[in-house]
Structures are given as C-alpha cells and as structure tokens.
C-alpha cells in the first residue's frame, strides 16, 4: 500500500485527533478547530505531493478507488472547503466542541467520492458525506436549524434510496459494480437505462439540480453559517466530482442517451435557479439559489462530455467555491450574532466597513462573471466546452442564466453602497474569518487576472483522453 | 414458486401496511414483519450472513430504536394522523408511484440478468464467505460503516445537548 | 511602453487614492490622470511600440496591446477627457470616487488597445463596474435604477458577444487553425454561414447596446440623467465610442461577408436611429436629455459611417468618434457647471443667463456648435466624410443624414438659446471660474485644432483601417 | 428456486411502496420507515442479482446498506425528537417555516 | 499667396484679440482696431488685385495649398486658396464697404454695452468672408460658408435679450443650415464622382464633359440649395427679413451688400457646371426672377424702413440670381457690385435715420426728415435713384445689363418680369424715400430730437452714396478685368456684359419715371399714411409676404414638432418596456419563489416528478418506450 489514500487516512486520524481534544480539554474547544485545521493542513500537504508525484493514476481496492489527478484536485478543493469552514466557524460556541470533527467526517466522505469508482464506494462517499451534514445542519440551536436538519434527512434518505435502487439496477444489468468496467460490459440496455436514470437523479439530488433542488434553500437558510458555506461548496464539488466520474468513467460510449437529458436539466437550472435568486432578501437563501444556478454551470462541464468539459468544471468548482467562501465569511461576519443576513441588513455596509464592502464586491462580481475575477474565466472555459461539444444551446442557456442572475448579485452591492440611516455600527473581524475573505478574495482576483497556472492544473489533472 | 408468493405477499403486505397504518406503531410493526420477510428471502437468494444480519440489526436494532421513538414521541397524545392537507398530493404520488415501479418491475421480469449457468461457489454468502470478504478485501468498507455509526453517536450527542443559556452575543457590537 | 504606461498609470493612481487623505483624493487623481496623458503625448511622439505578453498560454490568450491608428486616437481622447473631467469632479466625492474614476480610465484605455478577443472582452466588460459604482453612490434619486439599468443591459449585451467570442475562437480551431483569440489570426476565416449569422448579431448586439444605439438604447435616458456630469462626459464621451470602436476593431475584420449581406438592414436600422434621436431631441425639455438624445443620433452617424462599407464612411467614422468624444464632452461638463449653478436641468427655469455668465455662455455655445456640426470644428469633418461613404454606398441615406443635420442645429440651438438669451428671468449666476476656463481653454482649443487639421487623425487611421476591412484586396465598398 | 426476476419486481413495488409512504404519510416516523423500505427494497435487489451472478459483491452491498441504515436512523431519529422536542403532534406539515 | 493669408488673418486676429482682451481695451478701441484692421486688408486686396493684373491674363489664377486638411483614403481635401478675378471684385467689395461699414459702426455703436462684442463679431464674419471667397475647393468654400452663417448667426441675435432676435437668429441659421447641408451632399457627390473637389481640378472635368446628365443636375441642384438659402432665394427667404432685428450696420454688410449674395459667387464661380445642367440652369433664373418680383410686391405695404429695404435685397437678389440663369455672368456681378454700393448706402442712411429718431423704425412716425438731415437725405436719394434703374445712376447700367441679356438670350419671359420688377422697385424705394425725408412729420417729438448724424457716420455714408452715383462706369472695367475667369473654360460666350434692346431700356427706365410719379403724387402730394390699404386683401397679404412664414410653419416646422412628440411616445414605450422587461421577470420570479412551499412532501414529489421524467427520457432514447 503505498501512501496514495494518505490524505484520507490523515483525515480519519484528524477525526480521532479532533475528539480526543474534545474529550481531553472540554473547556478549550479551541484545540479541537486546530486539531481539525492541522489534519486538513497536512492532508492537503499530502494531496500536492501526490500530485506532483507522477506514479497515477492508481486504482485500488479492486478497482474500488481511482486516485488519479483529478480525485487529487477534488481533494484540493474539498480541504480548501472544509479548511474554509472551520475557519468562518473558528471556536464559535453556538456550534459545539464537536463541529469541527463532524467537518472533518463529512470532509472524508467528499474526498470518498471523489476517489469512488466503483458503486459502493460511491454509496459510502455519499452517506459518509450527508450524515454528519444532516447533524450540522440540525446542530445551530434555533427552529429553522432543526428544520432544515429534517428536511435534509428525509429528503436525503428518500434520494438514498432512489441511488440506491438505481445501483441495483445497474449492477444488474451489467453484473459489475465498477465504473470502469460498466462500458466494457454486455448492457441489458433497459435495465441500465432505469438504473442510469436513478442513479443520476440520486446524484443531481446532492448537487441541487431543479428540480431536485428543493432541499437547498431550505436547508442553507437554516443551517448555521458555516456549515452553509460547507454544503454549498463542498458537497457540490463531491456531488460534481462523482456523477462527472460515474457518467465519464462508465458510459462515456453510451453518451447518447444520457447527455441530452443532463443538458436540459442544465439549462433548466441555470435559468430557473437564477430567475429565483432574482426574488431573495435572505442572503443565504439567495447564494442558495445562486448555489443552484451555479450547479447548473458545473452541469454544462459534465454534460458537454469532453475534456475541456471536465477541466472547465473543476476550474469552475474552484472559482465559484471561493467566491462563496469570500461571501459567507463575509456575510458571517455582518451577521455577528444574528442567524442570517438579509438584504435590509446590508444597507450601509459600505460605511461600517468599506473593506469588506470591497470584499463582498469582488465575491459577488465574480459570482455575476464579470472580468478580472475568477468567476468569469470559469465561464469562459465552460462556454468553451458548450461550444466543442456543438452544444450551443448549453451556452445560450448559461449565458442567459447568468443575465438572470446578475440583478441578483448586484442588488446586495447597491444595498452595501446605500447610505444607511443612523449610527454607524463599526463590525468586528474574527481573525480566523479575516483569513479566509481574504484569501478567497485574492484567489478570485487572481483566478481572473492570471489564471494560467490553475488552468494548467486543471487541465493535467483531468486529461481523460478517451475524450475527444 | 409458492414459497415467494407467500413471502412477497407477506412483504407486500407489510409494506402497505406500514404506509396505510393509521398509528405509527402499527407502521414500524408491519415494517418489522416486511423486514422479516426479506430476511427469508435473503435465505433463498444464498445469503444465510445477511438474513442474520437483517434480523438483528434492521429488525432487532433499528425497529426496537423505531418504536421505543415513537412510544416516547406519542406517548399520551392523539396519534392519529391528520387530513391530508396538500391538494392532490396522494393522486400525484400514486399516479407517480404506479408509474416508477410499475415500470421498473416490468423491465425487472421483462429483462431477466444474465444468469451465471452453473453451481454456486462454495461459501456463498455464508459467515464464513461473508468473513473472508469483509475482513479481506472489503474490510474498508466497514471501516467506512464504523465511521458512520460514529458519526450517528456524535450525531446524538451533539443534537440532543441541553440547549444554552440564552443566546449569549459572541461579538460584541458597539453602543448604538 | 508607453502603453502600458497609459494603462498602469490609472491602475498605480487608483490604488494609490484609496489611502489619500480625503481632501487629497481629486489632487491625486488629477495628478494620475495628468501622469497618463504624458504617456499618452510619449507614445504618440515617441514609441508606440505595444506588448505582447503570453497570459493564459492554454488558451492561446495573449496580453497583446496594440496602439494602431484606429485606437491610438480613441486613447488620447480617454487621455484627455479624464483629466478634464477630474478636474471638473467637485473635491468632496471622496476618494472612493476618484478610485472608480481611474479604474475606469485604466479599462477604457486597456479596451482601446486590445487586440486580443479575450483581452478586449475583458476590458468591456471591466469597465461596466466602475460606472455601475458610480451611478450607484453619487448620482441622482433615481441613481440605482440606471446603475442596474446600465450593468444588466450591457451586460445582456456582452454576454451574448462572450459566446460570439468562445465560438469565433473555436470554429477556428476546429477549421484547423490554432486556438487563439488574436483578432488578426482570426480576421477574414471561413464560418458556415448559417452560424456566421448568428454569430454576427451575437457581436453586434453588445455593440448596439454599449454605444448605444436605437432601439437597444434603454439605458441610456436615466444613466446619462442620473449620473454626475464628468461622469456623464465620460460614458458619452468615451465610453459610446467603445461600441462602434467594437464594431470596427472586431467585427469588420471577422464578419464583413455579413456586414455585406445585412448592410441595407442595418443602414435602415441606423437611419431610423438617426431620425429617431433628432426628433425626440427636438422635443426634449431637460437640457441634459437633449444632448443626450442628440448624442444617440450621432451615434447612429457613425454606425451609418460604417455600414456603409465605404473608405470614407469607415474613415470618418473613425475620426469623428474622436471629434464627437472631445465635443460631447465638453458639452456635458458644461452643462454640469450650468445645472451646479442654477439646480435644475429644465430649460424652462432658465433663460437670459449670457448677462451674468458670458463665459459659461460661449463655451456653452462652442461646444454646441461642435455638437451640431458647425463646418470649420470636427464634427462636420466627420459627417462629411461619412455622407460621402453613404453617397457612394446607398444615397438615400445621405439625404436623411443631410437633413438630420440641419434638426441637429434646430435642436441644439433651441436649447442655448431657451437657457442662455432671451430676457433674463432667473437670478443671477456665478460665471466660470479662472481655474475652469483653465482646462475648458485648451479642451476648446484640441476641438479647433483638430477641427481645421483632420488630416493629422485620418492619415494615421488610415493603415489600419486597410487592414480591418481588407479593401486593399477586395476593392472597397462599391 | 425463485425466480429471480420476481424478486427485482417484487424489489420495484416494494420501492413504489415506500415511495407513496414517504409522499403521504405527514408523520415523519413513518416517512422515515418509508425510506427505510425503499432502501430495504434496494438491498434486496442487490441481493437478487448476486445470487444471479454468483457475486458477493452485492451481497456486501447490502451488509453496507443495512448498517448505513442503523447510522442513518441513529441521527435520523435523534433529529427528528430534537424537532419534535417541543411541538403536539407528529405533523411534517407544521415543519415548514423555510420557504419562498 | 502671402498676401492672401494675411489679408484673410488680419480679421480674424482682429476677432481674437477683441475677445480675448476685452477687459482690459478702452471702451472705444475695438471699434477702432477692427476698423483698421479691415482698411489694411483692403489695402491689402487693391495690391493684390493690382499684382493680379499684371499676370498674363489667362493665368490670373494665384492658387496655393496652406495645410492638409483631410487625407487617407476616402477624402483628400487641402486647405487650398484660390485667387482669381472673381475673387478679387469680392475681395474689394468685401474689404472696402466692410472697412466703410466698421468705421460707421463707431458712432452707430457707441452708447451700446456690446460695442466690443459687435466689433468682434464683425470682423470674425469679414475673416469669413474672405475664407468664402479664397477658398479652392468647396469644402473650404462650405467653412467659409458656415462661418459668415454663424457670423450673421451672432449679429442677427446680437440684441439676444430680444425674444424676436433670438427667434429670427435661430431661424436664419437653421435655414441656411438647409443650404450648407445641400452644399455638403453636392460637394460629396462631386467628389465622389471626380476624387477631388478643388476648382481647378473640377473645371478641367467640366470642360470636356457632355451636358444634361442627372448627375449634374443634381449636383448643380445641392450647390443652388445652398446658394438659395444664403441669398435667400424663394422658398428660403423668409429669414432674411427677420434678420433685420440685428443692428442696422450689420443689414448693410451682411443682409444686404455681402454675405447674402455668396449665393451668386458660388454661381458664377460654378458657372462651368451650371452649363452641364440646363435644367437647373433654367430653374436659377426662374427662381431668381420669382423672388424678385414676388419680394418687390411685399415691399410694397411694408411699414419698417428696415423691413422694406430687406424685401428690396431679396428682390434685386432675385436679379443677380436672374443674371446667373440667362449665362449674364459677368452682369450678375456687376449688379452685386453696385447693389453692394447702393444698399450699402440705403442701410446706412437707413441707420442714420433710425439713429436720429432713437431706434425708431416705423416709417408711421417718419417724415419730413430732410431737413434735418440733409447729407443722409442726398445719399439715400442717390442711392434710390440708383436702385430705380434711373440713368446714369449705377443700378441703371447694371440692371440694364442682365435684362438686355435676358431678352438677347431669348428669356422674353424672365426679361419683362425683370422689366416689371424695375418698375415696382422703383414705385416701393421712393414711397419708401417720401415716407421718410418729405411730408409731414408724423411724430413731432421725435421730428424735434432728430439731427444730423455725426460726421464719423456721415462720411462713410456720403462716399458709398458717391459710389451708388458713379458705380455704373465700373462696368466696361469690370467687362475686361472679369473676361479672363469667365472665358477661362469653356461655355462662357454669354457672360460679358450686353446691351439689350433700346425699346427695352426706354420701357424700363420709363415704368421706373412713372413709378416715381405715382410715388409722389401719393405719397408727397396727397399726404397718404403708410398704413393706407393695408387692411384689405391685395396690401394685406403683401403686409404679411403672402403668408410664407405660416405655410413653412404648417409644411415643416410643426410636422417635425409632431414627429418630435410621436418620437417621445415612442421612447416612453421604448423605456417602458425596458422596464416592464424587467420588471416582469422580477414578478415572474417573484411567481415562481412560491413553488418552494416549505412542505417536504412536496419537494419529495418534486423529485419523483424528476425521477418519473428521466426514467420516460431515458427509456425514450434507447428506444425501449417508442
């Protein structure tokens, strides 16, 4: 065994680390958030040397994981997700001692999936991710937590069973289990047909696809802070990452069938998703929609069914995870004690703080896809992909989308500008918080200024050259 | 042949019931009784492991969790369900669900799986079978179930802690 | 390098604002903006030489600069009506103001030397926020309506040109050439026709909207209304011209089988535009939206200048957005110091104010004159040379512009005229002051200059104009 | 010997079951039971094809299936009394504060 | 070429430097620096003519490039000046009676606040005048043109807290906007078809050109446009009597001696075209004919001394424009000449006689005048004498010139329209002369403040009154001196100057005697009011110029102001539906936000809804359910 899962196996060590901590020292939880940032640290540490390191792509577990470049980035991305929100939750007592270890399990199931190749792997992953999701979003305390922590539940467990019935199927009707053998294998098309169909639907379920999207402003609404920032990131880079494997890796032949459906599914998602941003006052609910548009972008990488359709997506995951990061800390911080922000609370943000006024600015233009930031290269190389793939409807619905959506994202800044009425309020900076807006926020500059080297990433780590 | 027919009604059976029951008591009982049936089935399919684990851990584990909740959520109160309240939401999902599984069960009899011709391997589906895939090959898959149910503890931990003194303010806002 | 000069100039300036002391902030930016027109006088007397920096090299993008004659006098025009209009920006926007000011400086000159897609796009699009910001926080009641207004219908616009642009670059890489966005690689390739046309009016739409022209000219009532008057200046001013720029420096290269095929279409569409702003002009009762209203018809000019696919339209196209910049301008800052003045914008509060403001009177008459096209300053350089491409193009539309010309001096005249003589029947005003006639003197002075010199644009626009349209091999326009 | 197909059929209803259960039933316990069955409908499908395929894998598959399961209804339970904490009855339609 | 940059920059720097140092000039300065400004470039103009002369008289051309004006592909067009004989009449003229006018604007300006800016404005106008006339293509040609509109621009609207001046302003540069863009599409569709618009090189193109094409027509048409609005040719003419609201000084060069007949030098400079485009050709002398007698009928009941005496200019434009379309080139610009002389000198007496009565202009309170000002009554008698046509007074020689042309040339018709024309001018001219210096005094009160007109005024007045007297014997000088620019190209024959038939001069300068006696006999010995029969019909259409100014009100003027409204509806709908775009996607989301009810159940039939689909989509593609 070589050292290739090393960076999930450190994330299981950091679980035990994180609650012997709790266990050790009830009254400093702190030692807990480093415990959980440092196993993320070394796991990410471990995941760039991977990368560098040219022995993959490697398969394992009889066939059960892949690691290769592109499970590697995910990582990246999940552990820069999960880093992001231990840091906007840093030591904060409404969330409990024992936040950071359940970030850290869920964490495990994202880097599972984006490793899974075969159907239980996949199914673990899934599950790894969502339980202690469900936890979390139950965890804040206050009604609509407990609410959203319910309806993710039941919601979940019901598209578990769908995945899982879906499986089944396609376990029968090709008699394997393995992504990678799927194409190789005789198909009982219809069967399989049934099966792709679940299947698909489990998995566009944990990545907000309309209309299996419902779960998702409800559940970020409640969900404390932090843990919104988690799902809306992480779980959709796992979610992405998983169904892009599942459909590249097992029918990347049969592409016919199943490439269209997601490509309506794309459009439908993109344009809806963003037409019902338009109507949000809750800026958690409306970086929910806009986590559901945006779910309909990453879908244009995976139904564009080439490589740059795969890179696009990855870079895409990158860009709009940082810009959502740069926001919800952003917004955490406006928030202080309060459980959400809406748009009322903005007004004046630019007097109280201009600095984050700037921050907010910037995650919010590159969400809207405007040059210099990372969110507009991360469309560009999507409308690429739309367009090898002579899928300009994809592009027409992606632009569309985002002339949608753009209202949405500019409203929050006009608010910001607005002169408020009354004192103004000065807003503290948790340090921890400082940290990520500002890393997140030079990363979308830097993604749009000079992207080159992330696209050179990307494009090594997902060069699957069965693709044209 | 007759076996299954009486097993599949009995599973039938026990699934309807749970979702016609007008007492959830009376669901997670009928629920226990499809359980059980597919428990037997697992014995005529060569899976005599999981049938065993079927009984103790869905059966014995789950529904005992099941009902001990719903005794403790339903005790002394009217537990009988209310109208239904969404418009055309029984039509819908019955229309819906005739649809899935009715289709998914013709294609399931229409287009059997392949069939391997010849005798089952020894120790299929046995402990002993099961032990040597668990421990070996497939060992870190339940490592990853172990994961999950420490996360379900944490889970219970963490969502049923005594709630906090009131909301004590964690910035502190200047005086306005 | 003096083009990145003109470019970082802004940029270094800005941020540099950002830490000023309040008071500072206009000085700073003037400086800036003085700095950069430097530049400017350096790469026109010294080296123009451009930057061709690799960027995204998985892309085939490249930082490519360029000042060739189409845009290197568009840049000066940037140049110079950013120091006119800091220097006319009141001292108490803050800095925040002056920060927006030089961003925008910074992206209309990158804009104006791209000529790579990727980077032109870019740069049209970064331009949007600071006007966006700046309609938002210092502009009228009705500010964040046309902030909106103008981000969502530009941005509408360049999002459908962002397609054009992916897909121009993919064709022609599927054609077998390399993935690039380099506008001369890309000039003059074969596009299946039936995509080629909806790839046209995917570009042309943005460019529409950006200048703008009718019917996509939605935004402009309540931007050029609302927003503060250097700002004013400097979307009318500059950033109109980026639209019909646009339509010059990438679509004439890339499309002009279509241009061909859809001229008549698109002569008709500016003709009506052209009507349509003078008409509504004519009837206008806020001094701005006259103005406003008569820089839309002079915008259809140009486009009609263009579609009329002649050397001589193309030309004075190119010329006249320069001479229309410098005039529009200039009379947008000085109906600002007007309405700063006298606290309103309808021209009936006013009347006779030659008697207490005859300075403010006679750069208020020289630019409107300019507007309208007075034989002797630019603004007839411009028209004459596009009526005659239209004459040698489609004759009709001469006509129309012929007569457009003489609604333009009715329209504008009745404006100076309501507001400045007549009997005085509102109180008195502050004439200008020493230090703005100081940088109204030598603006007025660039307008005659150019005015009775053309030839000193025209000659230098000429090469590249030869080669946006490839006349030299197909022979012109008719 | 069954007959296999039946069974996967028998699997399909026994999901549509659940399915209905967890569209109608307002009590979330019995949603949740619903749930259970259509995942419990899955495994056995899983366990079908691996009798029909002489393959353990499926047979695993549905080991992980039902100790998912005991995680899942573990955290699933708790939620659902920390929700049920405070409220009457047991009505999923009164759980509907996040909306729009 | 020198000289000719300095004789047209000494105005200008004139204009520049009234402008520019107008705090600090002693208040009686300008008037003086503009004055002598003007007299050196007209000492200027006699040595260049005179340098002119002594060429070989087939190149009496002095032309010149001073800069680029535009080049690259498309236009390439010079700042070219172009002196040749033709010029050179205008150069004197323009020069000379300017210099005359500034001087007398010293004392007809001195008590007015704007005495430095009316100085300023007048030299700016003569700088463009002079552009007008040297200019060696018709671009510079059209600069010129504009710039002495927007100079008539500033002078008619020079009184600018007058409402009626600033209307009458607006109208007279709108209207010769008309004729500069009519100008503009000419040049352009000349240059289009020659690459080139200077003289030279155009000429060289007509002389070898066959007549009659539509493309001459129409260019030759543009250019009339253009020449009709600035001399105020009918249907363009009403802005010429409106703009009698400037200062009287300014009537006198402008609207009367220079600007207004650029019109018939841009004709007679274009006389090569002219003969390729007959039809046009015809259409100039009709025109001309029409508005002269068609203004000489206004002038009939018209009750401002300035008002009749505009009516009188567009009329005798209507001769040289009449010259133009009979070929009498070299008589049109002989009767410019003496028309420039003796309207000059009407317009200044004119101005005198306003002076002398305290801005007073209705000749109901005139009369009687000569005995108060006597020298101002000599030059006005000269110069009406010469404007009846009665020999051997100037406008004797020069109207006899174009219509015995006229009739030798076979126009019978535009000849006895001319003839009828001489007649009426000169009944109008002498009421207008009776009305004002015999009589009755009609106003005691400002009878009694009248005098003399102060000798700076005066002079001027008297040597263009000698002019008007002795202008005629110009025109053998003129015949000679002009030969070598007419019969430099071809079809030429008809220009110089003719002597018509002697039964036609007896008609003429009989219908002008007769008139004046009817003239005296109503208005000296029976005493009538000027207001007499201007209540009914014929004299009260002709009080109202037919009603000109309603109909371009009704033709043009309110059809555009309707467009204008309809435009703004337009516009509203244009914006309203921006906004109700946006809007309604607003509402549309705002509809939609409500599908998220916040029921469980319904986002799990949501996903079976999905499920449902896909299964059917998939099923579809593969072709299972077909």
Redesign the interface.
Known sequence: MSGALGPEYTIVLGVFATMIMVMLAKNRTILAYWAALAAVVVSGVWTIILWSDRALPLSLYAQGVTVDGFSLVINGLVLLASAGALLIGWNDERYGADFPALVLLALLGMMVLGLANNFLVLFLGIELLSLPLYILAASGGYAESREAGLKYLLLGAFSSGILLFGLALLYGASGTMVFTQLGNSPLILPLAGAGLALTVVGLVFKLGIIPFHMWVPDVYEGSPLPVTSYMAFGTKVAAAAVLLRFLFFGFSLAVGWWEPALGYLAVLTMVAGNLLALAQKDMKRLLAYSGIANAGYVLVGISAHNQSGARAMLFYLLVYGLAVLAAFAVFTMVAGDRKSVSLNDLTGLARRSPWLTAFLTVAMLSLAGIPLTGGFVGKFYLLQAALYANEPGLAIGLVVGAMIGLAAYVRPLQRAFQAGDGAVVPIRWPIAGAVVVIIAVLGTIGLGVYPAPIVHIVNHSAAFDWLH | MIAFVILAILALGGGVGVVVARQPVHSALFLIMNILALAIFYILLSAEFLAAAQVIVYAGAIMVLFLFVVTLLTAGKDDAEPQESLQGQRLTAGILAVLAGGGLAVLGVLFPSRSVPFGLPPNFGNLHGMGLNLWNQDFVYLAAVALMLLTAAIGVLVLNRPPREGPKPRVKEGDS | MFLVWLLAVPLAGAIVTLWAPAKGAKGVAAITSFVALLGYVGLLFVNRAGVNWPWIAAWGVRFHLQADGLGLFLLGLNAVLFVVAILASSEDMGRIYYFWLLVLEFAVAGLFAAVDLFVFYVFWEVLLVPVFFLLTQWSGARGRTAALKWLIMNLVGSFFMLVGIVAVAVIHHQNGGAFTFEIAALSGMAIPAGIATWLFFAFLVAFWIKAPLWPLHGWMPDTYGESPAPVTALISGVLSKAGIYGILRVMMPIFLPQFRQFQLLLLILAAIGLLYGALAALRQTDMKMVTAYGSLSHMAMMALGIFSLTEAGILGTTYYMVAHGLMVGGLFIVLGLLESRTGTRTIQDMAGLNQSAPRLAAYFLFFVLGTLGLPGLPGFVGEYMIIQGLIQSQVVFAVIAGFVLVVAAWYMLRVFQAVMQGPARSSAIRDLLARQVAWLVPLAGLVVFIGIWPAGITSHAVPSLYHVMHFASQGGGR | M???????????????????????????????????????????????????????????????????????????????????HHR??????E?????? | MQDLVEILILPLIGAGTITAFKGIMPRRLPGIWASFLVAVSFVLSVAADRRLGQLAAHHRVITGVLWNWVTGFGPTIHWRLYFDPLSAVWLLIITGVGALIHIYSIGYMHDDPGEGRFFAYLNFFIFSMLLLVLAGNLAILLIGWALVGLASYFLIGFWYERPSAVAAAKKAFVMNTLGDVGILLGLALLYVHYHGIGYAHLFRIFDTARPGSAFFEWSAFLLYLGAMAKSAQFPLHMWLADAMEGPTPVSALIHAATMVTAGVYLMTRLYPLLRLAPFTHQLIGAIGAFTAIFAASIAFFQQDIKKVLAYSTLSQLGYMFLAVGVGAYTAGVFHFMTHAFFKATLFLAAGSVIHALAGEQDLGQMGGLWRKMPWTMASFLAATLAIAGIPPFAGYFSKEAILGQAYNSGHLVLWAVGVLTAGMTSYYMFRLFFLTFFGKPRNAKLYDHAHEAPLVMTIPVVILGVFSVIGGFFGSWLNGWLSPAFHQYLGASTAPLEHGPVFGTVVTVGLAVIAFFVAYWLFVARGIQPQAGTTRAPGLWMLKAWGMDAAWTAVAVNPLKWLGDAMLAVERAILAGVVGLADGIQAWASDLAPIQTGYVRRYALSIMVGVVALLAYYLIRIGFIS
């Open positions: 069954i007959p296999l197909n039946w069974v996967v059929a028998l699997g399909a209803a026994l999901f549509a079951i659940g399915a209905v259960g967890v569209l109608v039933r307002k009590n979330p316990l019995i949603m949740f039971m619903a749930a259970e069955m259509m995942w419990n409908a899955a495994a056995l499908v899983f366990v079908t094809f691996a009798r029909s395929f002489h393959d353990m894998t499926g047979q695993v598959m549905a080991f992980i299936i039902i100790g998912t399961a005991a995680a899942e209804v573990g955290i699933g339970l708790a939620i659902i009394v920390s929700v049920y009457h009855r047991l009505d999923i339609d759980v509907s504060e996040l909306k729009g």
